[in-house]
Nanobody
Framework: QVQLVDSGGGLVQPGGSLRLSCAAS????????MSWYRQAPGKQRELIAG???????NVLYSVKGRFTISRDNAKNAVYLQMNSLKPEDTDVYYC??????????WGKGTLVTVSS
């Protein structure tokens, strides 16, 4: 059974930092492209950052320089380090695992609230 468990969200003040984690099981983690998305109520889910099996990364322009995605294949985990957080970063953040020709998998989401 495939599971993606995303965690690390919470309440943080503007300018603060959070590190999201996603632990995967039931898949051959190292071959999957891993990504983080976020979604606000009533809005489409938005791709924030992705990291390929080879370690190449892609980050949404609006968070470039503030957010960093990384992975640890030995731990079957992907991370999103978020610095200099802004109120507009408030969203539910979701982990995604994608492999061409196979089913996408999603975590259940972790809520990030940036507020003073």
């Amino acid at each position: 059974q495939v599971q993606l468990v995303d965690s690390g969200g919470g309440l943080v003040q503007p300018g603060g930092s959070l590190r999201l984690s996603c632990a995967a099981s039931g898949i051959t983690f190292s071959i999957y492209t891993m990504s983080w998305y976020r979604q606000a109520p009533g809005k489409q889910r938005e791709l924030i950052a992705g990291i390929t099996r080879g370690g190449s990364t892609n980050v949404l322009y609006s968070v470039k320089g503030r957010f960093t995605i990384s992975r640890d294949n030995a731990k079957n985990a992907v991370y999103l380090q978020m610095n200099s957080l802004k109120p507009e970063d408030t969203d539910v953040y979701y982990c995604n695992a994608k492999f061409i020709g196979a089913t996408d998998y999603w975590g259940k989401g972790t809520l990030v609230t940036v507020s003073s």
